[in-house]
């Protein structure tokens, strides 16, 4: 049987929010940034953006997914890690210490210059509709790096919201 509904739907997030090392017990999930930053010194940083997924359509499978974040900030040359978050996490409640474990394998991106940046993560998106959809965990792939190392990206609560373009097919 054909897909009863081929096409793409672009989500905005539904729940974004970072944690620091530093800071193991704050919470910033109304912030107007999210960030991902590798610091030698105990300071990286790890974004989670979780996205509310339509009802797959009849006889249709993710043909495509990709996720996109706007940079205001950018360091080029590292590889950034987008991961499924293993379980369940809160805007205003998840901090370092609480943050959720991280399943499956990374789709990866590498941030070149400011605006949005995209990362294909079909098979991830697959997967959370095969499972639970607790998101995404983005990290930098060398944490603990020495120098500092940040993407700063506009959270929900900015003007560019995190997006999730899925295509059916």
Not at 17 to 33: H, I, L, M, Q, Y
Not at 134 to 141: K, S
Not at 142 to 160: H, I, L, P, V, W
Request: charged fraction near 15%.
């Amino acid at each position: 049987m054909a897909c009863s509904s081929p096409g793409s739907q672009t989500l905005t997030a539904s729940i974004d929010s970072w944690v620091e090392e530093r800071n193991p017990t704050s919470n910033f999930g109304t912030a107007p940034d999210i960030f991902v930053q590798s610091k030698a010194t105990a300071e990286n940083r790890r974004l989670l953006v979780k996205f509310t997924l339509p009802s797959q359509p009849a006889n249709c499978s993710v043909s495509v997914a990709v996720l996109r974040l706007n940079a205001s900030a950018t360091q080029s040359g590292r590889t950034i890690q987008v991961f499924r978050a293993a379980a369940a996490w809160t805007e205003t409640g998840v901090t370092w210490s609480n943050q959720p474990a991280t399943d499956g394998v990374a789709s990866t991106y590498s941030p070149t210059a400011n605006g949005w940046h995209e990362a294909t993560v079909t098979a991830r998106v697959q997967e959370l509709y095969s499972g639970s959809n607790n998101g995404f965990l983005l990290r930098d792939q060398t944490e603990n790096s020495a120098g500092t190392f940040d993407q700063k990206y506009d959270s929900r609560e900015n003007t560019n919201d995190p997006e999730l373009r899925i295509t059916f097919g």
